[in-house]
């Protein structure tokens, strides 16, 4: 059987202990890191947090879903109607995708409607996602539908080409 991505819903602050614990039952993990700015009156760091808190996610097969249930720091996989909601490589794709682009990125609230575009020009050439204009400029918005989460990347408008009906 093929193993899907599921989201795991885990303790605050564990995502990096239940990502190496996976890791070393041999599962392969995805957690959206991502470098925050933080400044104390001495000094500026730079700290890595999750785009998308409180989750990671997980390509199991359904006989490896108890032994990741009991990995320390798991609270429970993402279900509805008692059924583990799938995440399609798709949507892992893209969020690796813009995690991997060096781009400025960040949390952005879940949008249902929106105009989806294709991204046409530079490193992430390809990814689909929702428009968003905010004062500073123009976002394209990848989402998870099952966790309804989503990260945006910043983007130069003459990037972007509305998504083909194909």
């Known amino acids: 059987m093929n193993p899907d991505w599921v989201a795991l819903v885990v303790r605050p602050r564990a995502e990096r202990r239940v990502q190496k614990g996976l890791a070393n039952m041999g599962l392969e993990t995805f957690v959206a890191w991502h470098g925050v ?7 500026i760091k730079i700290l890595e947090q ?3 808190p ?14 990741v249930l009991h990995q ?29 682009s060096q781009l400025p990125l960040g ?8 105009q989806r575009v294709r991204i046409e020009k530079g490193v992430l050439a390809g990814m689909e996602g929702t428009l968003a204009r905010e004062s500073a400029g123009w976002r394209v ?3 998870v539908s099952a966790l309804q989460r989503s990260i945006a990347v910043e983007v130069d408008r003459d990037m972007i080409a509305p998504e083909s009906l194909t």
């Open 107 to 114: 949390p952005w609230p879940y949008l249902k409607a929106g």
């Open 50 to 52: 999750n785009l998308i």
């Open 141 to 143: 918005v990848v989402s």
């Open 72 to 100: 320390t720091g798991v609270e429970r996989v993402v279900s509805f109607n008692r059924s583990p909601a799938l995440i399609p490589d798709a949507e892992i794709a893209a969020l690796k995708h813009a995690v991997r």
């Open 54 to 67: 409180g989750y990671v996610f997980c390509h199991s097969t359904f006989s490896e879903r108890l032994a």
């Open 37 to 43: 700015r933080r400044r104390w009156a001495d000094r």
